[in-house]
């Protein structure tokens, strides 16, 4: 199995910028595909973005393409969500997920592994 450990999180002025990282461990991290996800408050997790295993591929949710940006380190077991222009309805908790499929995915129930979460709080 993989376990995930979310950091980075914190407090940012909106049109600001942060970078999450997710830290993995395991063996077969390097061969899964990786995702980021947040849930706000009162709110469904919603998907964010996603990295297929090799960091060939990725995907994003159109309310974050342009701004965020997806990337992996697979010799530090490490993927990485850089976020730019914040906004404050971008706040939420972010949690790192993986997956047994190699290509990135959307559906977090394609999701096998997840991480505990890093709050992000985006001032205005």
């Known amino acids: 199995q993989v376990q995930l450990v979310e950091s980075g999180g914190g407090l940012v002025e909106a049109g600001g910028s942060q970078k999450l990282s997710c830290a993995g461990s395991?063996?077969?991290?390097?061969?899964?595909?990786m995702g980021w996800f947040r849930q706000a408050p009162g709110k469904e997790r919603e998907f964010v973005a996603g990295i297929n295993w090799n960091g060939g591929g990725t995907s994003y949710a159109e309310s974050v393409k342009g701004r965020f940006t997806i990337s992996r380190d697979n010799a530090k077991n490490t993927v990485y969500l850089q976020m730019s222009s914040l906004k404050p309805e971008d706040t939420a908790v972010y949690y790192c997920?993986?997956?047994?499929?190699?290509?990135?995915?959307?559906?977090?129930?394609?999701?096998?592994?997840w991480g505990q979460g890093t709050q992000v709080t985006v001032s205005s």
């Open positions: 997920a993986a997956s047994r499929i190699m290509s990135a995915t959307t559906p977090s129930r394609n999701y096998d592994y």
């Open positions: 395991g063996r077969t991290f390097s061969r899964s595909a």
